[in-house]
């Protein structure tokens, strides 16, 4: 047992090597983001001009201006955390009842209901038939449209599946035992030791939410029940599109230029925030997933 | 954007899908499926004056609601409390519902809606031949049946001399499906944008030929003999090289390149049409080309950078010309050269002349367009939904009031010349104005304002374009190819050989004016098109011209 006290030769090289492969890694990794940033910051001239690289260049807050200073822009901000945090609360509940049902071995019919599942990550019906059937349930212009269609991630499921499938099966009897129903084992026992998963999943489905825009461009019809990121994605389209009746006022080719980077910073910056706070989590939650205990 | 998003889909696939699943979806609403005879219009007259004539204010005779699809343009976002909503009413009886999609990806939700039967009445903001692809479906109306409901339209059409352009937008069934914007007027957009105050130090005339553009690049490569005179755009986010350039040089030789290009066009003396790739004067625009390249006036880099780059290039002084439109003249070019620059100067010339002579091509003078739903002949209120129609798209009052407003309120008229109320900008022509044209009252929207009269379209020109657009429109125009719409079996069959022709063209294009291939093998390049289906490609469009002729007059 050298390598405890005096660590062999060889491994404190690798070490040496491990640390600045790694910083490397950070660094690449760091970098799109570092000059992402810097870019919002910047003026036009600078950016075209290639001359931002980690610091802004001819400090320039335009974009953030008209970004910040228009009103459906924070209106748009606001449905895009109420559609994350509706979703992610939709998707967690029945994520969490599918997982935990599928993850019971006496179940009968398990098979064809996990089946059913992975089904629907080969196929599905097809984008005007979807549309058909949000359009005939009424859903349109609701955060339901965009809540319900995607609630269940095949993949999260079958994560939290194997998740609960390794919980030791002793902890539920001895809560049956003691007197606790069903509800009342999923989520006074079971819930409680899961809590590194369903972080984790959490963390999945909000991201997944944030981002998405496409349902809501398909069933939403006016602009203020728009997520942030359609708001966005107009926005660039709008100052890279130039041509046509009135396209392009000077302000906005003004800000085509970084217009990028600042939707960008804007977008991801909350998402941001939360990670660090989730993270310890997400590790040991990616972890216990995939290893069947 | 979320790679794993599950309804990103590409285009194609929406367009497929809207298709077949349109086809499934919508075989009821076809223009023959209403009860009864669909020219029969007398019970659908709900609303709808009795007698509509040119000149005429369309008023429905009760209150009426369309729908209409509204393309949401991030510059002027959709408000409900624009004045444009408001005066419509007030003057036709109508009210729009405008259901907003984002610009970003108007086309693909467009597509979804029909496709489903969940369009509105009003499909504005198409480009022909997007409404190709719901035709055969039967969502959208052959509107050419119903023209004789529309007396402005049919007005300018024949004022306008505007049938041959029609007739490049029939279907193969011999109809239309897309009522587009109509112009007097061809409107150019394009030409050369050139330092003016460099040419005056060496002595130098604004060109007016390509032979003196030419000259002039020598000129000023003699001067600066590091540099390139001419570095161009518009190469990338566009299936051509420099495909401004090589659309008005095109035209200077009388053919379609750049983003003009089409595989097939029309010989006036041969009377049938031609491989626009393997023409002549596509060989001598070419050699226009690599003529400039060879000697070191055009920067190579000119076919493959980035707008951006060549911008900075020209900002930079490392080039001294490129290709500009009265927009990017305004407000990049000259705004940005003026920052940084001391004492610059630069216009953009009328499009310079080659041997077709002072012509523009034909045929642009149709802008996108309205398609109407299908499913709208069976509602009552089909008739005044022509009418109102016609008098917001057509009529000469209703285009006024879709670029300008209200007279007295957003701006005054005398003779012919607009002016905005003091207080409200266009596009920045008044930068200390609270209220702008398109953002607080909702006109020269382009969902709306499209097409017109010369008077009513140049009435919106600043300056620069106003003497750019007065030598352009004193240009003869070409005449338009004559119809010669394919049956959708011929359709799939030229789309087929019509993809790698013209990919083949536009990479040997690239080598030629780059010399990586010898103008001498110009004989071998056409072979090699003949060898992709060239003359089967060009007997299939004149059989079509053919049997439209015969079966159309």
């Keep these: ?293 | 954007m979320p790679a794993e998003n599950p309804g990103k889909l590409s285009r194609r696939q929406v367009l497929a899908a809207a298709g077949s699943a349109g086809l499934a979806a919508l075989t009821g609403c076809g223009s023959g499926d209403d009860g009864g005879d669909a020219k029969d219009l007398s019970k659908k007259r709900n609303g709808a004056m009795r007698e509509y004539r040119v000149g005429q204010q369309f008023k429905a005779t009760r209150p009426l609601t369309f729908d209409v699809l509204h393309n949401d343009n991030p510059v002027y976002p959709l408000r409900d409390d624009w004045l444009f909503w408001k005066e419509l009413t007030r003057r036709t009886g109508v009210t729009l519902k405008p259901i907003g999609v984002p610009l970003s990806d108007y086309e693909k939700k467009r597509s979804v809606m029909i496709g489903a039967g969940d369009a509105p009445f009003l499909i504005p903001k198409t480009y022909h031949p997007s409404e190709t692809a719901f035709v055969s479906s039967g969502a959208i109306l052959a509107v050419s049946d119903y023209v004789h409901l529309m007396p402005h339209f049919r007005d300018k059409v024949a004022k306008w001399r505007l049938e041959p352009e029609l007739d490049s937008i029939r279907q193969s069934d011999g109809r239309f499906y897309l009522l587009p914007g109509l112009h007097e007027k061809v409107r150019s957009g394009y030409s050369l944008a050139l330092r003016t105050d460099v040419l005056g130090r060496l002595g130098l005339d604004p060109p007016t030929t390509w032979d003196q553009v030419h000259e002039v690049f020598r000129a000023i490569k003699e001067e600066y003999p590091d540099r390139y005179p001419l570095s161009d755009r518009w190469s990338t986010n566009t299936p051509y090289p420099a495909a401004a350039l090589m659309s008005y040089l095109g035209q200077a030789y009388g053919v379609r390149a750049g983003w003009s290009y089409d595989n097939i066009s029309f010989d006036r003396r041969a009377e049938k049409f031609v491989f626009t790739g393997a023409t002549d004067g596509y060989r001598q625009m070419v050699g226009y080309l690599r003529k400039l390249v060879a000697e070191k006036l055009m920067d190579p880099e000119s076919f493959t950078q980035t707008d951006d780059e060549a911008v900075q290039k020209l900002l930079g002084e490392k080039s001294f010309a490129i290709s500009a439109n009265p927009q990017e003249l305004v407000q990049n070019y000259r705004y940005n050269l003026e920052r940084q620059v001391e004492g610059s100067a630069i216009e953009m010339i009328p499009v310079p002349l080659g041997p077709a002579g002072p012509v523009v091509l034909g045929g642009a003078r149709l802008e996108n367009g309205v398609m109407i739903a299908g499913k709208a002949l069976r509602s009552d209120d089909f008739v005044a939904l022509m009418q109102f129609v016609d008098w917001l798209w057509y009529s000469d009052e209703g285009q006024r009031f879709a670029r300008w407003g209200v007279q007295g309120v957003t701006h005054t008229r005398s003779g012919g010349e607009y002016r905005l109320e003091p207080g409200i900008s266009l596009m920045g022509s008044d930068p200390d104005a609270e209220k702008d044209l398109q953002k607080d009252y909702g006109f020269y929207n382009g969902v709306f304002a499209y097409g017109g009269s010369w008077d009513l379209v140049s009435s919106m020109f600043g300056p620069d374009e106003q003497r750019f657009q007065d030598v352009m429109s004193r240009r003869e125009q070409l005449p338009v190819d004559p119809a010669h719409p394919l049956r959708s079996v011929e359709q799939e069959q030229a789309s087929l050989w019509d993809t790698p022709l013209r990919d083949h063209v536009t990479q040997n294009t690239l080598k030629f004016a780059l010399g990586k291939r010898p103008l001498s093998e110009w004989d071998a390049y056409v072979s090699e098109l003949t060898a992709k289906n060239m003359r089967h490609l060009v007997d299939l469009h004149n059989r079509a011209y053919e049997r439209f002729r015969k079966e159309n007059g």
């Design chain 1, 1 to 293: 047992m050298v390598s405890v006290d005096r660590p062999t030769r060889g491994y404190r090289v690798f070490q040496k090597v491990n640390g600045v492969v790694l910083t490397l890694v950070v660094i690449v990794t760091l970098y799109p983001f570092v000059n992402i940033v810097a870019r919002s910051f910047s003026g036009e001239r600078q950016i075209r001009a290639g001359e931002v690289t980690l610091w802004p260049k001819g400090f320039d807050l335009t974009t953030y201006e008209v970004v910040l200073r228009d009103e459906m822009f924070w209106r748009n901000y606001g449905n895009t955390v109420l559609y994350t945090a509706v979703s992610t609360a939709v998707a967690m509940v029945l994520t969490t009842c599918y997982a935990y049902v599928l993850s019971k071995r006496q179940l009968k019919g398990r098979g064809f209901l996990v089946t059913v599942a992975v089904f629907t990550m080969f196929f599905t019906g097809g984008l005007i038939p979807t549309y058909v059937l949000i359009t005939s349930l009424g859903l349109k212009n609701t955060v339901w449209a965009l809540a319900l269609p995607n609630a269940i991630s095949v993949f999260n499921l079958l994560v939290m599946k194997a998740f609960f499938e390794s919980l030791p099966a002793e902890l539920e009897e001895a809560a049956q035992i003691d007197g606790l129903s069903t509800y009342g084992i999923l989520l006074r026992i079971v819930l409680p030791l899961s809590k590194a998963v369903v972080a984790t999943m959490v963390l999945f489905y909000s991201v997944s939410f944030w981002n998405s825009w496409f349902g809501a461009f398909l069933y939403l019809d006016r602009s203020e029940l728009m997520p942030v990121t359609v708001y966005l994605r107009n926005l660039i389209a709008g100052a890279t599109g130039g041509a046509g009746a009135g396209a392009g006022a000077e302000q906005l080719s003004q800000t085509a230029a970084n217009i990028q980077a600042v939707t960008i910073v804007l977008t991801s910056l909350p998402i941001l925030c939360v990670y660090p706070f989730v993270q310890r989590y997400f590790v040991s939650g990616v972890m216990l997933g995939a290893v069947k205990g």
